[in-house]
């Protein structure tokens, strides 16, 4: 057999730890001498948390200041905009900070309800929209005003949407690197047990 012959045998199960341990691949490994290892296939991917990500939920909380709602359902969808980001980070903060990225994105239009998207259209006319389906406090404003205040609100829009993106491209980076060292970690210890073995045997490792 192996150990007869001085060979070293090193187990790897598939599988959870102690059920590779009830079913004798500990055991193989020990009787030669070499080291049992398993990789657990059923766990669960989590969330690598990274320094940029209560910035970037920060920075959502600033985004969602720049709607500016209009029409008959404007101010609800507003209000439900805001459980959305709500129920998100209920979930997972990883959850949060995934729709916040993807709320800095030129996919997420809300031209239907909101007067920054809808403006961007060439054929949309601030004049069409009625005083009473604008917010309270933008009622009295001029089209020359409200034209104005849709202009900043666009630019803090813009100035916020390239720091999520900025901050997101750091922050996968952050990820990459660490899933990448959890990814070597098995790798790393059946080496670190190859050379404790070699050594022992009086091998050289170069």
Not at 162 to 188: C, D, M, P, T, V
Request: include cysteine; aromatic fraction near 6%; charged fraction near 35%.
């Amino acid at each position: 057999n192996a150990k007869e012959k001085d060979i070293i045998v090193n187990t790897i199960f598939c599988g959870n730890y102690q059920q590779g341990i009830n079913t004798d691949w500990k055991k193989g490994a020990t009787l030669t001498g070499g080291e049992y290892m398993a990789i657990d296939h059923n766990k669960r991917i989590v969330h690598i948390v990274t320094p940029y990500d209560d910035v970037i939920i920060k920075l959502n909380s600033k985004l969602n200041s720049t709607y500016i709602s209009y029409g008959a359902m404007g101010s609800a969808k507003l209000e439900l905009q805001s459980r959305q980001d709500d129920n998100a980070m209920e979930m997972e903060e990883a959850v949060a900070v995934k729709r916040a990225v993807s709320k800095s994105s030129g996919m997420y239009n809300n031209s239907t309800w909101d007067l920054i998207d809808a403006s961007e259209d060439e054929e949309f006319d601030l004049a069409s929209i009625k005083k009473e389906e604008l917010p309270k406090a933008l009622r009295d404003k001029s089209k020359a005003e409200l034209n104005a205040f849709i202009g900043e609100k666009r630019a803090e829009r813009k100035k916020i949407q390239k720091e999520i993106k900025e901050l997101n491209a750091k922050r996968e980076s952050y990820i990459s690197k660490h899933a990448q060292q959890e990814k070597g970690e098995l790798e790393n210890v059946m080496l670190k047990a190859i050379k404790r073995q070699a050594e022992a045997k009086q091998y050289k490792w170069e």
